[in-house]
């Protein structure tokens, strides 16, 4: 058994300088020095095969392969290949200290002595770089030097026979996977590991289990099959592929070990800390209120930042918990509340108040026909707000309500901030864009913005549907309503071709405060159909619930959206799915289906006068029609878009056996789900941004290229619900594909008590960090743990150094 003792690694030396340590095998008062880092002009490769019996069937193509990728490419890149058995080499350091890299392409076993051993060590401290292949992961088992250095270790009897599996690619920089495919499908004899690494690791590939047989042990959908590292002053870099011979004669797989050879030979940097929990710093950045004030934040509900750093952040309308909430409809303060601006500002680390609108939405909880979500909603600078000024804001203005009916009026409004006051100009407004909502019944008011590279302003619009009435399935009862007008009815809204409500527009605001219509939203406003006058060109994107946070990414113009679904915790054979929040990656415009249809196009029941109790006929989702009563559009809809991620109580992407009409079987016996990743329970669906990496940029608090052309989707809840980073595929991204790769960002925005638990809105600022709203602990109004935070990355650079590079600094 290889034990280090811990007298054998004294006399270390840091920095650029020898390592030197007395070894048994020397004569007494002699040393073994080794280059830091190690390796001379030439740029060799030790593969190290040592085997505690039979040789492994994989050694002799692994030669061959990494021989043949040391004698191609680029002359840069080319490097001599020796491959040994003898252990020795570990504690001679004439040999060792001449190799820029080591390969293990071992078989299980302790293979190292002591002394042995700690020659490896020393030179991996003197910055020696180590590449472990398969069963390298069994060498050594007794060494928690070596096991850390490999990063896990296997559970007994995982990767005994050969399966073909799908291997998501999640690292599109590194070098050892940037030419890979999104999916990469492969066979190989897939290990299963006794503690999961990712985190500690950088994790570069994992395995989909769901695509062949795991076994006993199993890791479930954070799986992970390479992954990297800097460790104890050198690099690691491991792959639990490679267990087969075959699998070194792939192209795929000699790219991917080219890439890994590459970067622990020092013949490129790569960053191999981008995704170690570790190296985030997530901090509070506003205190809790004083008593009785919103000084530092309102009730959260989102933010945006400006190009100088500040954040402006925005609070709903519920006020203190010491304050009065007014619900009776006789009382002409009915509802009122103040939508607050607050702005943090990074160069004094300090917050003020920069507006505060008098808004409806403060009744508070209760019943659906007491609380309500209406207020201040959405925040937008313009595009040229450092030469402008211009902020959007999306309210609902007490001072328009009528009490009588119960009707509010929506708006999208320009205002001026002030820089010599730091203050909104609230006698500078001018309204773009008005509609009218209904607010007798609570909920889904929406309220999200975001701008496309062509200065186009999305707005996003909930369906003002109780979640009531329908049992939590399909919000779709005609008979609900307040003298007259709906409001358990989302045909009335989501579905109808001619309402603002339940959609995303998309309106291009003018200098004078006006707006125009871009081409290509899904109505002209002018079809000639059904008599014309049925439709409004503003809507984009119509089928949608209560979408409260959109994104767009500005370098493909694809729309970012998530929404809250109804309450149903079970699906129903009578009447449908389950409750399903929803992510959309959304590359034109289309009908995504609420409340006809949800997730991958399953289908909700009709119902109608003169009895809602009674199911009808399925809805097609490809050719949909609204025949509700309160509808005044368009009856023949457009198809219904697949979602992107659709998760209920029970998991993520549920899915059932389709009859000859597509309709799924609903029978929870045979719920099957595409997402396992995923999670539900008591949800709300956050979307977050899509990250582009600004590498002109000189902050060094920015995330890492790893995070570039991730999605972050999220939920209000730190529970089992999302907080993850997605990637999609451009071939699928907008017709319904799912996504192709997850991993969890819950060690990184921390959740917990005391960490960032009620996730209400994300977005990175123009240094690269993460800025975060904690919606707080309650509902309606603000507490000591409501919050604005920021997440830094702080691992610093790729490695190795620059003057360590092979042939540099020499």
Not at 97 to 114: K, M, N, P, Q, S
Not at 630 to 655: A, E, F, H, Q, R
């Amino acid at each position: 058994m290889a034990v280090v003792s811990g007298a054998l690694l004294t006399g270390m030396l840091s920095g650029g300088t020898a390592s030197a340590r007395p070894f048994p095998d020397e004569p007494a008062g002699t040393t073994m020095s080794l280059p830091s880092p190690p390796g001379g002009a030439e740029t060799r490769v030790l593969v190290f095969h040592g085997s505690t019996g039979a040789e492994a069937p994989n050694v002799d193509a692994g030669i061959e392969a990494i021989e043949k990728i040391g004698n191609s490419g680029p002359a840069e890149e080319r490097f001599t290949t020796e491959a040994s058995s003898n252990a020795s080499v570990f504690t001679n350091e004439r040999k060792l200290g001449r190799y820029h890299a080591i390969v293990f392409l071992t078989g299980g076993g302790d293979i190292l002595d002591a002394e042995q051993e700690a020659g490896l060590e020393a030179y991996v401290e003197a910055g020696g770089g180590f590449l472990g292949i398969h069963d390298a992961a069994r060498t050594e088992p007794y060494s928690t030097w070596f096991g850390e250095l490999i990063g896990a270790r296997p559970t007994a009897g995982s990767g005994a026979k050969a399966q073909r599996a799908t291997v998501e690619v999640g690292d599109r920089v590194h070098p050892a996977t940037k030419s890979l495919p999104l999916e990469w499908k492969r066979p190989d004899k897939w290990l299963n590991w006794k503690e999961n690494p990712s985190g500690k690791v950088h994790t570069i590939a994992r395995v989909r289990e769901a695509t062949y047989t795991p076994g006993d042990g199993a890791n479930g959908a954070d799986h992970p099959v390479s992954w990297c590292r800097d460790y104890d002053g050198g690099r690691s870099f491991y792959t639990a592929m490679g267990g087969t011979a075959e699998s070194f004669a792939e192209a795929d797989f000699r790219d991917h070990l080219r890439g890994a050879l590459m970067w622990t030979a020092r013949l490129t940097q790569a960053d191999c800390k981008a995704s170690i929990d570790a190296n985030y710093k997530a901090e509070r950045l506003t205190e809790p209120n004083q008593p009785g004030q919103n000084d530092q934040i309102g009730e959260p509900h989102g933010l945006v930042t400006a190009k100088d750093g500040r954040v402006f952040y925005i609070g709903r309308g519920g006020a203190d918990s010491s304050q009065p909430v007014v619900t009776d409809w006789a009382d002409p303060n009915v509802g009122k509340g103040q939508g607050q601006v607050h702005v943090w500002d990074p160069k004094t680390d300090e917050v003020s108040l920069a507006a505060s609108l008098t808004v409806f939405g403060n009744k508070g909880g209760g019943d659906e026909l007491v609380k309500n979500e209406e207020g201040l909603l959405g925040i937008e600078l313009d595009p040229e707000f450092e030469d402008n000024g211009w902020v959007y804001l999306h309210y609902t203005p007490h001072s328009e309500i009528d009490r009588d009916k119960h009707v509010g009026e929506r708006r999208v409004s320009r205002f001026t901030f002030d820089e010599s006051t730091g203050k909104l100009d609230l006698d500078s407004e001018k309204v773009l864009l008005d509609w009218p909502v209904q607010i007798h019944s609570c909920c889904h008011a929406g309220g999200g913005m975001a701008w496309d590279s062509d200065d186009n302003l999305y707005i996003a619009t909930g369906d003002t549907n109780s979640s009531q009435f329908t049992d939590g399935y399909s919000g779709n009862n005609p008979e609900p309503n307040f003298k007259g007008l709906s409001f358990a009815d989302a045909r009335r809204t989501s579905g109808n071709t001619n309402n603002l409500n339940g959609k995303i527009l998309r309106i291009h605001p003018e200098d004078d405060g006006t707006y125009s219509l871009p081409k290509g939203n899904l109505f002209t406003g002018d079809e000639p159909d059904e008599g014309g006058g049925k439709t409004r060109g503003e809507i984009y994107v119509m089928g949608v619930r209560n979408p409260s946070r959109i994104a767009v990414d500005k370098k493909t113009d694809t729309l970012y959206a998530g929404w809250v679904g109804p309450d149903a915790g079970a699906p129903s054979t009578t009447w449908g799915p389950a409750k399903y929040d929803t992510f959309a990656a959304i590359t034109g415009p289309g009908n995504h289906g609420w409340p006809y249809c949800m997730g991958n196009k399953q289908p909700y029941r009709d119902r109608n006068l003169p009895d809602p109790a009674k199911p009808l006929d399925w809805y097609d989702c490809d050719a949909p029609k609204n025949e509700s009563p309160n509808n005044d559009g368009l009856v023949n809809l457009p198809p219904v878009t697949g979602n992107t991620i659709w998760y209920s109580p029970d998991g993520g992407g549920p899915d059932f056996p389709r009859d000859e009409n597509g309709v799924p079987s609903y029978d929870d016996a045979e719920q099957f789900f595409r997402l396992p990743w995923l999670k539900g329970g008591g949800q709300a669906a956050m979307n977050g941004p899509l990250y582009r990496y600004d590498a002109d940029s000189d902050s060094d608090v920015k995330w890492p290229a790893y995070w570039d052309g991730k999605w972050f989707v999220g939920d209000l809840y730190d529970a089992d619900q999302p907080r993850h980073a997605v990637l999609t595929d451009p071939k699928t991204v907008g017709k319904g594909g799912l996504p192709v790769h997850a991993e969890s960002l819950k060690k990184i925005v921390p959740v917990g008590e005391n960490g960032i638990r009620n996730l209400m809105d994300w977005k990175f600022g123009p240094d690269g960090a993460l800025y975060v709203l904690d919606y707080g602990r309650g509902f309606f109004t603000s507490d000591d743990k409501s919050a604005l935070w920021r997440v830094t990355y702080t691992g610093g650079g790729p490695t190795p150094a620059a003057g360590d590079l092979a042939g540099k600094g020499k």
